[in-house]
């Protein structure tokens, strides 16, 4: 469906951003759907410039302060050439801060301190957000304080002994590889089957797969060329293992919409993320899998702990992922190890056949 923007006069405003007919409300562009119902009809210039006026449409009907700072912070994003999450992100936990200051009773940015983001954070903890969600709150407000900072309008102590949340640093969560096979056994449809695969042996991220292209792909090389990363923005090459290039060649013949992308829905139109989640989710209720957890990127999970099994060193592992630390890249190393495996189960094997000859008393001599 082909939709046309439709540039209308606001009393208000004056020449206003174009419209897209039913789509452009603020609960599809701040909600959960804000994706599905922007992305697939505006370019991301056009959408980030969305964003940045709804922001101030909801900051003026809460009667919130710092509406002409919080403005120029977002320009500031946009002529960054930050990404429309980026924006989104960033403005979500300006938005909830403001709020807070509202009700304690602040009218002006200038009067904040360090007591209020102390207080803000505690306010956070007791509504039971979780330490990744605060410790994304705290990034968001602090960034946009360190702007305000450099225009002299916040003291310059706000930055100082920054608050910190500690997060759990958990291990990456891979399928097991008798789950991996029940899941391939039940999967039907040639598209659900080549885009499991592909995600299975390229560790691609699944925003990464939905903008694929016919030209991104190189079935001779079998190689996919992802020019922009989906987080970090940097390009990398994945490879295409022989069951995953069957499947991609079979799909690409049948699909019924031969549109430029790999993959699309219903008309030719691009697939959402939900779209692909939800069946996901039903591939893993007809292989019994359902109530172990698993989500679509714990394939790239997966990918990365099966090529870690095999012997791949970290640094080619790191390019593959499109880390730009390797340090996110040795979190597979502590979640799959053969060599710390094969060590500690041939020491125990010494321990239980011949024991541990020596004595653990402490020498009190010793300080």
């Not at 452009?24 to 959408?47: H, W």
């Not at 291990?171 to 598209?191: S, T």
Request: charge should be positive; proline fraction near 4%; glycine fraction near 6%.
């Amino acid at each position: 469906m082909n939709v046309e923007p439709v540039f209308v006069e606001s009393p208000r405003l004056g020449p206003s951003r174009p419209h897209f007919p039913g789509e452009l409300t603020q609960k599809t562009v701040f909600g959960n759907d804000s994706r599905r119902g922007c992305e697939q009809y505006a370019s991301e210039a056009l959408l980030k410039q969305i964003l940045i006026e709804v922001a101030m449409e909801k900051i003026a009907a809460h009667g919130l302060c710092g509406r002409e700072q919080v403005h120029e912070y977002l320009m500031d994003l946009y002529r960054r050439n930050c990404r429309p999450n980026t924006i989104r992100s960033r403005f979500a936990s300006i938005f909830v801060f403001l709020q807070y200051l509202k009700a304690q009773g602040r009218q002006l940015l200038e009067q904040v301190g360090r007591e209020d983001v102390c207080a803000f954070i505690e306010q956070e903890q007791d509504r039971g957000l979780g330490p990744a969600s605060i410790c994304c709150r705290l990034e968001g407000l602090y960034a946009f304080i360190g702007f305000l900072v450099d225009r002299e309008v916040l003291s310059p102590d706000l930055l100082k002994r920054k608050l910190r949340v500690k997060v759990p640093d958990s291990l990456p969560r891979a399928i097991d590889p008798q789950d991996v096979r029940r899941l391939l056994a039940v999967i039907q449809r040639p598209r659900d089957r080549a885009m499991v695969l592909v995600l299975l042996r390229t560790g691609m991220r699944i925003g990464e797969l939905l903008n694929t292209t016919l030209s991104d792909v190189n079935m001779a090389e079998k190689r996919i060329e992802i020019f922009e990363g989906r987080k970090n923005r940097v390009g990398r090459v994945v490879y295409l293992a022989d069951d995953a290039c069957q499947a991609l060649e079979h799909w690409l013949v049948v699909r019924r919409w031969k549109t430029e992308l790999i993959f699309s829905g219903q008309g030719g139109r691009p697939l959402s993320y939900e779209v692909v989640r939800s069946g996901f989710v039903s591939l893993l209720n007809q292989a019994d899998l359902a109530h172990k957890g698993y989500t679509l990127h714990c394939l790239r999970h997966t990918f990365a702990s099966e090529l870690l099994n095999a012997g791949m060193r970290l640094e080619c592992l790191q390019q593959l992922l499109g880390h730009s630390s390797i340090e996110m890249t040795r979190r597979y190393a502590r979640l799959t190890d053969i060599t710390r495996k094969e060590e500690y189960f041939r020491a125990m094997a010494k321990i239980e056949k011949d024991g541990v000859h020596g004595d653990y008393r402490c020498d009190h001599q010793l300080p």
